[in-house]
C-alpha cells in the first residue's frame, strides 16, 4: 500500500544487547521476563498503527507505516533511551540495551525484505560499533552511522 500511494514506510530491527548472557546467568524464566517488559516497554512507545513483531529469538521487527526516515531515526532513538533507563532490581542489578537498524522502503523494493535486509545490516553495524546505538542503512552494503543513545 505504500509503495502503491507513495506514502513513507519506515522499519526499525531491534536487538536485545547480550540476550544470550542474560539466558545464562538467570535462567530462561528471566530471559523470557525481560522479553516481556522490552515487548510492552516497546509498544508504549509506538503509535497504535506502528506494528511490533518478534522476528526470532531477541529480535524485533518494527513496521511505521506514513514514516519518513528522519522520523524513524528519531522513533528509535527514543527507544533505545528508553530501554537504557529500564533496571530490573536483581544482585546484581541488569541494565537493559538494544541495538536498532533503520531502514526505508525505495521505490526500487521489490518486497518487504528488501527493506528488512537492510535494517537487519544496519543493527548488525550497530553491534559492530559498540551497540546500545542507531544506525540506519542508507544503501544496500552500507550503513551512516548515527551514534549512541541520543
Known amino acids: 500500500r505504500a509503495r502503491r ?11 536485545l544487547d547480550h540476550f544470550k548472557r542474560i539466558n545464562d546467568e538467570f535462567g530462561h524464566q528471566f530471559g523470557d521476563l525481560v522479553l516481556a517488559t522490552l515487548s510492552e516497554l516497546c509498544r508504549k512507545q509506538l503509535r497504535p498503527s506502528d506494528m511490533f513483531v518478534r522476528y526470532g ?11 519518513a526516515l528522519a522520523e524513524a531515526i528519531g522513533a528509535a532513538k527514543r527507544l533505545v533511551d ?27 523494493d521489490q518486497n518487504l525484505s528488501s527493506v528488512i535486509n537492510r535494517a537487519d545490516s544496519a543493527m548488525y553495524s550497530a553491534k559492530e560499533h559498540g551497540r546500545d546505538r542507531v ?3 542508507t544503501e544496500p552494503a552500507s550503513t551512516e552511522l548515527v551514534g549512541k543513545g541520543s
Not at 500511494?5 to 536487538?15: G, K, M, N, T
Not at 533496571?87 to 542489578?93: A, C, E, I
Open 57 to 67: 529469538g531477541e529480535e524485533f521487527v518494527i513496521l511505521m507505516p506514513e514514516t
Open 135 to 137: 544506525e540506519v542503512c
Open 82 to 108: 528508553q530501554v537504557r533507563g529500564t533496571v530490573f532490581s536483581l544482585n546484581p542489578r541488569i541494565g537493559l540495551t538494544v541495538s536498532i537498524g533503520v531502514s526505508e522502503l525505495r521505490s526500487s
Open 5 to 15: 500511494f507513495h506514502h513513507p514506510l519506515a522499519i526499525l530491527l531491534l536487538d
